[in-house]
């Protein structure tokens, strides 16, 4: 299966005070509908854009879910158990189930 990010649409999410908000785009959705089977892949995988001032989400943790943050462009800061650490291209976070986070969009990009 292949995809082009740039063909998955860009979809807004944003909260009703405008202080979280993201362009997300579903990779896993768009595989698992390629799939001649229709399974749906072992892990969620997702593009996001975090616009300047934004935070992803409330500072939060999931019950059982792993998430991984990979930079690709831009710089943010990483909010890990009350710890803020630098986030740029090439960085990666890993966030097991129990660890709160949130990622902050503090700069002009």
Not at 19 to 32: E, N, P, T, Y
Request: aromatic letters at 8%; hydrophobic letters at 30%; one cysteine or more.
């Amino acid at each position: 299966m292949k995809i082009h990010l740039q063909d998955i649409k860009q979809e807004p999410s944003e909260s009703p005070k405008k202080k979280f908000g993201l362009l997300r785009r579903h990779i896993s959705d768009i595989l698992q509908q390629q799939d001649e089977d229709n399974r749906k892949p072992p892990f969620d995988l997702e593009h996001a854009v975090l616009a300047p001032g934004k935070r992803n989400y409330p500072y939060h943790t999931h019950a059982t879910t792993w998430e991984m943050y990979y930079a690709i462009s831009g710089t943010a800061q990483m909010r890990i158990e009350d710890e803020i650490h630098d986030f740029q291209p090439g960085d990666v976070f890993l966030c097991p189930p129990g660890q709160a986070h949130q990622l902050i969009n503090n700069s002009t990009e």
